[in-house]
Structures are given as structure tokens and as C-alpha cells.
């Protein structure tokens, strides 16, 4: 069954540190993978999205993902975190052939300390 | 650009009750989909529609079903409510199903509670 794996639930670091979320998905086909930021009380947002082409894909406010084919994984990346990234972030696939069906993973709490 | 509008915010339910929750898309979007999200978990799909007609559809039983009408608002109507119905709704809606690359635009959802 396609799935998608976050495998940090929590992450806690100070502003200026650097972060990486980690995202494996399981499917053998071509997909299209998103990164989605819930902040506290808000509606979930597009972060950034992968479709084709260059595998470093930039969001907005200073993220960025890498696609790794043969890894199966979309990590996200920031630099330097501030405390306003305290959120919750999704990891998303939809397989190419299925339009219809984002798989999310159980995202992955991230908490900033001034 | 008005985006997608859910109500009700908040509902508090009994076992065995049915429920319906709304969903406006956003404007120029045809096709909304539904996700479940409980505590602690990432949304789930449900099903999406596309012009009215359902087009795909995840592992929930059939007493989870929906509408579209045709100013592509959207309803999930949930039959003989269960505990573990407890969870926030999420609708989102997108420009057009044909292209999987495109975004999804999510609510603020409706958190539904089984009493």
C-alpha cells in the first residue's frame, strides 16, 4: 500500500539552528510530492511542491526540499529557523497515475525556542 | 480570492446520529476533496468530487458519502456516527482534477466530537 513516513514527531531547536525533516514514501511509480505547513490555529498551506525537473525545489519563506529518487525521500530544509516556523509540517504524495489522492504522513511537530 | 469556507467550525454529536458538513470551494476550483484528520495523525482521504460526480475514494465505509452541486460546493454526509468519527474534517479544493500537480487549497475544517 503507498504510504508516506515522517519519522521525527517532535523536533525542538533554538532559533539560528539549522533543520532538516526527513520524508520516505512508498510507491514505485512516478509522483508528485508536497511539503504543507500547518501553523497554530490556521488552515494547512502549500510550503512547496515537486512535479518534475530540478530535484531542489524552493518554497517560500527560506525552505526547500530535495528529491531523492533512489532514496524514495523528500526531505525538507532550512537553514536557519525562527521562531515564527513553530508548526506542524506535512509531508504529501499523490501518485501521477491517481490525481485524485494526496497521502499525507502524520507530520511532524516543530516547536522553536526563542 | 475568496478561499475555502467550511461550517460548521464546531459540532458535538451522539452515536448513532448522521451529520452533514459544507464546504465552498474556492473561486474557479472544480474539484473539492475531504480528509479526515484525527488526533494526533496527518488528513486521510476520504473521497473527491469532480463536477459532481465522485472521483476516487479512500478506505472509509459507505456510510461516509458526499455531494457536489453545481457551483461546486460540497457536502460529506456521515451515517450512524461511531467514536471514532471523532476527528477535525478537512475539505480542500483544487483548480482542476485532471492535473495531479496541482496544489490542494485546505479549510479551517469542522471539528466533529461523538458523544
Known amino acids: 500500500a503507498q504510504s508516506v513516513s515522517q519519522h521525527n514527531h517532535h523536533v525542538i531547536l533554538s532559533e539560528a539552528a539549522s533543520l532538516e525533516l526527513g520524508c520516505n514514501y512508498s510507491y514505485g511509480g512516478t509522483v508528485n510530492l508536497f511539503w504543507y505547513v500547518q501553523y497554530p490555529g490556521q488552515h494547512l498551506q502549500l510550503l512547496l511542491k515537486?512535479?518534475?525537473?530540478?530535484?531542489l525545489v524552493k518554497g517560500i519563506k527560506g525552505f526547500e526540499a530535495e528529491f531523492i529518487k533512489s532514496k524514495f525521500s523528500f526531505n525538507l530544509r532550512k537553514p536557519s529557523v525562527q521562531w515564527s516556523d513553530t508548526a506542524e509540517y506535512f509531508c504529501?504524495?499523490?501518485?501521477?497515475?491517481?490525481?485524485?489522492?494526496?497521502?499525507f504522513g502524520s507530520g511532524t511537530r516543530l516547536s522553536i525556542r526563542p | 480570492e475568496t478561499g475555502v469556507t467550511q461550517s460548521p467550525t464546531h459540532l458535538i454529536k451522539t452515536r448513532g446520529q448522521q451529520v452533514t458538513l459544507r464546504c465552498s470551494s474556492q473561486?474557479?476550483?472544480?474539484?473539492v476533496s475531504w480528509y479526515q484528520q484525527a488526533l494526533g495523525q496527518g488528513p486521510q482521504f476520504i473521497f473527491q468530487y469532480y463536477r459532481e460526480e465522485e472521483n476516487g475514494r479512500g478506505n472509509f465505509p459507505p456510510r461516509f458519502s458526499g455531494l457536489q452541486f453545481p457551483n461546486y460546493s460540497s457536502e460529506l454526509n456521515v451515517n450512524a456516527l461511531e467514536l471514532d468519527d471523532s476527528a477535525l474534517y478537512l475539505c480542500?479544493?483544487?483548480?482542476?482534477?485532471?492535473?495531479?500537480?496541482?496544489?490542494?487549497?485546505f479549510g479551517d475544517g469542522t471539528r466533529l466530537s461523538i458523544l
Open positions: 480542500a479544493s483544487s483548480l482542476d482534477r485532471r492535473y495531479s500537480n496541482q496544489p490542494q487549497h
Open positions: 504529501a504524495v499523490t501518485p501521477y497515475s491517481s490525481a485524485s489522492k494526496i497521502i
Open positions: 515537486y512535479f518534475s525537473g530540478d530535484p
Open positions: 473561486s474557479g476550483h472544480n474539484t
